[in-house]
């Protein structure tokens, strides 16, 4: 009778391996609690209004010791470069120059008027009379508040009306001695105001505004890398970024208005905006008006979230708002796990996808998460696709 032989150990390690080689071979198709997900693809829509602050791509030139500032460009104008802006006079220029100047132009056009035209009819002079008694007109209806309109505009046309009745005048003077000497007057007063005075031109192309609201110096299309989401709450406040205002007093800015910035503070967790995400972007007051605006920026940290946009539409009527409420809004399309497949790894933020045995790591961005469900997009393209496997750890 033959003696029945008893099982060795290597028999036994040798079934343990034949065991977990066959259990690694099935795992992926047995379901084991939910400890592995599905990748899915999903859409989800995001809107909300949040604080920000306008950064304009902007010059601002200004000048020392100034005591007047002639405009001659129209204000939010397009100008070229090269042209002129803006006449500026030093501190050695006085107002009664200017009024000395006047007094002797007055004394021109009285002169014409009761001297050499006294017994002539000049129709022509006559309606340069009436388009300058009605711009002054219009002028002070204007500072009294009896009609609505631009005071600068005004103001402009009046300084227009009154330079061409005195070309009218200069063209067709008679010889005259006294009248003589009152133009020669005339031009030495001229001289000696523009030896104080200095032509501002642009230095480039740009729309043109004479109003600043004293961030332009730390505003900056330069500054914006250390921008942080404690200056932006600073100015939604009122409050200011530089106490440094120099000796310096600004003149005009030139601005670019085919590039401009927009910086948005947010406590919300479930935002997370991606760089180069592109949302439909609205200021409140402003809701005639849509731009696309693309993430350039993220910064996170002590609660908040500050996200730079950069607009490359037309900034309009804009160029005079520094803050207000942006509403954003995106649909997102991409990748769907489950919340619970999230986990971090030295701080970054990914899930396991099951491809070996324990996973590998692939870091990804959340692009919204609901507490439920998250849409992801993996840092390196192609490293994750629809239907694979991610483990629940």
Not at 20 to 42: C, D, K, Q, S, W
Not at 197 to 224: C, H, I, P
Not at 299 to 310: N, S
Request: a negative charge; proline letters at 2%; aromatic letters at 8%.
């Amino acid at each position: 009778m033959r003696r029945r032989r008893r099982a060795t150990g290597r028999f036994y390690i040798f079934l343990l391996i034949v065991l977990v080689i066959a259990f690694l071979i099935v795992r992926p198709h047995l379901n084991l609690g939910g400890r592995e997900a599905v990748i899915m693809t999903a859409n989800t829509q995001y809107s909300q209004s949040m604080d920000c602050v306008i950064i304009r791509d902007e010059n601002v030139v200004s000048a020392e010791s100034m005591a007047r500032v002639e405009y001659v460009a129209s204000e939010n104008t397009l100008v070229n470069q090269g042209d002129t802006v803006a006449y500026t006079y030093s501190a050695g220029y006085s107002e009664r120059l200017l009024a000395r100047l006047e007094e002797t132009r007055a004394e021109i056009q009285q002169y014409h008027k009761n001297t050499i035209l006294q017994n002539i009819k000049d129709a022509a002079l006559e309606r340069y009379d009436t388009i300058v008694d009605m711009m002054v007109l219009e002028f002070k209806h204007l500072v009294n508040r009896d009609t609505r309109g631009s005071l600068l505009s005004a103001a402009r046309q009046l300084e227009s009306a009154m330079v061409n009745r005195q070309e009218y005048l200069r063209q067709n003077r008679r010889e005259d001695a006294r009248l003589t000497r009152l133009y020669e007057e005339e031009n030495t007063r001229m001289t000696n105001i523009q030896s104080w005075r200095r032509v501002e031109t642009a230095s480039k192309s740009g729309v043109v505004s004479f109003y600043t609201d004293g961030y332009e110096k730390d505003l900056t299309v330069e500054n914006l890398p250390s921008l942080t989401a404690a200056d932006v709450r600073t100015v939604i406040g009122g409050g200011r970024l530089s106490s440094d205002s120099g000796n310096s007093t600004p003149v005009y800015r030139l601005v670019n208005q085919d590039r401009w910035y927009v910086a948005i503070v947010n406590t919300d967790t479930s935002w997370n905006p991606v760089v180069d995400q592109e949302y439909y972007l609205q200021i409140q007051g402003f809701e005639d008006l849509a731009f696309t605006a693309r993430v350039t920026s993220v910064q996170k940290g002590a609660g908040q979230l500050l996200a730079v946009f950069e607009i490359d539409d037309p900034i309009g009527p804009l160029i005079y708002q520094r803050t207000g409420k942006a509403m954003l809004s995106i649909t997102i399309s991409g990748l769907s796990i489950t919340t619970r497949a999230l986990t971090e790894q030295n701080g970054q933020t990914g899930v396991w996808l099951y491809d070996v045995p324990g996973g590998t790591f692939i870091p990804v961005e959340v692009l919204s998460n609901d507490g439920k469900n998250a849409l992801i997009q993996p840092l390196v393209e192609g490293a994750l696709d629809v239907g694979q496997r991610v483990l629940i750890k």
